[in-house]
């Protein structure tokens, strides 16, 4: 989804670019994705036979291939790779059976379906913060939050909450180590790039490739040297590419 352009060889031996459409503010779905009852922000992409239900899935976030995600709230900018499934429903295990003809007794002719347990489900909401990367065939359980800038491992379980910018692995999946230092990850949450405006983002994307976080953040961060007391004259400085600071 991020590439868009491809080249291919023909028969023949020649090559041939074959042009994919660059994204638009509408959200793009593939014609083979299912997306139902969910919000979709601006700038989002949700990639071939993924579903998605009951989810809101903000601003520049994108999903690709083969991945389910139901009742779940999404930040911006969140890298959700294929094969990922984010809340894997649980069934009623405290009941005789957990098999769903119990609940969902419709399809088996027994009557009305048991809504208390649908909205059980939609209860126990996984909750993505922004700029989050999730890693190829994840499995984020019920009712876990994960926290702005973090990462999710390849092939992870994930069980617990994790904190903002903080890397986890495995099954279930442990903390290998913060992504950032602390002071840097404290710039760029108070920052909050992920609200600048798209020609924002488009003047800063320089910076973006360039500085590593450290050095963005002390591009960007007035409000840390505020705290710092490193500068007194802030009305005087020149922002340069500084956008404004927003806080919760
Ligand atoms: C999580 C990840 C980002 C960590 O990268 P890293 O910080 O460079 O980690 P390292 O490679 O130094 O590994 C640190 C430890 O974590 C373990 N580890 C790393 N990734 C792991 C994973 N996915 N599952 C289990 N353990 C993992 C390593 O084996 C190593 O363990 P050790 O300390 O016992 O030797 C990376 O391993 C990963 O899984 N990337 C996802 C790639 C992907 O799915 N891309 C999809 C396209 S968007």
């Not at 180590?177 to 710039?187: G, K």
């Not at 108070?190 to 963005?216: G, K, P, V």
């Amino acid at each position: 989804m991020e590439c868009v352009s491809s080249r291919i060889r023909n028969t023949a031996g020649k090559e041939i670019i074959k042009e994919k459409s660059p994204l638009v503010e509408e959200p793009y779905i593939h014609p083979t994705a299912c997306v139902k009852d969910s919000i979709l922000g601006r700038w989002t992409a949700v990639g071939a036979r993924t579903e998605m239900r009951e989810t809101v899935f903000s601003d520049y976030s994108y999903v690709m291939n083969d991945c389910q995600i139901i009742y779940a709230e999404i930040g911006k900018f969140c890298s959700i790779a294929s094969h990922t499934r984010i809340n894997p429903s649980n069934h009623p295990i405290w009941r005789a059976t957990s098999h769903h003809f119990t609940y969902r007794s419709k399809f088996y002719g027994f009557g009305e379906d048991d809504e208390e347990i649908f909205q059980w489900r939609r209860d126990h909401k996984v909750t993505l913060g922004h700029d989050v990367w999730i890693g190829h065939g994840a499995v984020i359980l019920p009712g876990v939050k994960i926290g702005t800038g973090a990462v999710v491992g390849a092939g992870s379980v994930v069980t617990k909450e994790v904190k903002p910018y903080t890397i986890v692995a495995g099954v279930p999946a442990r903390v290998i180590r913060r992504r950032l230092s602390e002071e840097v990850e404290a710039s760029l949450i108070r920052i909050q790039w992920w609200n600048w405006t798209h020609d924002q983002l488009a003047e800063a994307l320089e910076d973006f490739r360039c500085l590593d976080a450290a050095s963005f953040a002390a591009k960007y961060d007035l409000f840390g040297e505020i705290l710092e007391g490193k500068d007194e004259s802030l009305s005087s400085k020149p922002l340069g590419g500084a956008f404004h600071v927003q806080r919760g």
